[in-house]
T-cell receptor, first 112, second 113 residues
Framework: QKEVEQDPGPLSVPEGAIVSLNCTYSNSAFQYFMWYRQYSRKGPELLMY????GNKEDGRFTAQVDKSSKYISLFIRDSQPSDSATYLC????????????FGSGTKLNVKP | DGGITQSPKYLFRKEGQNVTLSCEQN?????MYWYRQDPGQGLRLIYY???????QKGDIAEGYSVSREKKESFPLTVTSAQKNPTAFYLC????????????FGPGTRLTVL
């Protein structure tokens, strides 16, 4: 079983839709959770970073962490064609600073 | 502009050759990392370095080597011992004040002919 599971998609939605992207994990020691956006043939770009449980909002993006269920989500409101990319979740524990665990990425396509 | 640069963007290698991928950062970050990305898989850690002149193996270090002679630079050599080197290689860095946020370079696509 992988440490982090992420549905690869592709996920196709119409412009303006609310998008929900999710990851599940198995290691209860994870405390830091990140979402990256990666355009084709580019490096990942850090979108959101949260610590422990709860919600964090930044513009059209909301990151949600439910540690009791070992489940994290990224919501995109009013999705735009420019949001079309692969979204990677990542997480790590408190002690081992250098070990990040990445999901395999979900490919999102927002149709105009 | 602060950031991470990787060169070249595309690299072609014949079997049996060693090649070196460049990674430079001007973010004044202490920690640097190399990842490999294959289609349908998450990022896999090859090597990481916390400080100059020190580096550690990641999950898939076999067939790769690194050096960290300067804080700004962390080159990766893909040796002929790496059985399946065709992949997208990503360099990242993070600061000591926030190890939890990694910033990535634009990547190098390596193809073995």
């Amino acid at each position: 079983q992988k440490e982090v599971e992420q549905d690869p998609g592709p996920l196709s939605v119409p412009e303006g839709a609310i998008v929900s992207l999710n990851c599940t994990y198995s290691n209860s020691a994870f405390q830091y959770f990140m979402w990256y956006r990666q355009y084709s043939r580019k490096g990942p770009e850090l979108l959101m970073y949260t610590y422990s449980s709860g919600n964090k909002e930044d513009g059209r993006f909301t990151a949600q962490v439910d540690k009791s269920s070992k489940y994290i989500s990224l919501f995109i409101r009013d999705s735009q064609p420019s949001d079309s990319a692969t979204y990677l979740c990542a997480m790590k524990g408190r002690d081992n600073f250098n070990k990040f665990y990445f999901g395999s990425g979900t490919k999102l396509n927002v149709k105009p | 502009d602060g950031g991470i640069t990787q060169s070249p963007k595309y690299l072609f290698r014949k079997e049996g050759q060693n090649v070196t991928l460049s990674c430079e950062q001007n973010l004044n970050h202490d920690a640097m990392y190399w990842y490999r990305q294959d289609p349908g898989q998450g990022l896999r850690l090859i090597y990481y370095s916390q400080i100059v002149n020190d580096f550690q193996k990641g999950d898939i270090a076999e067939g790769y080597s690194v050096s960290r002679e300067k804080k700004e630079s962390f080159p990766l050599t893909v040796t002929s011992a790496q059985k399946n080197p065709t992949a997208f290689y990503l360099c990242a860095s993070s600061s000591t004040s926030s190890y939890n946020e990694q910033f990535f370079g634009p990547g190098t696509r390596l193809t073995v002919l």
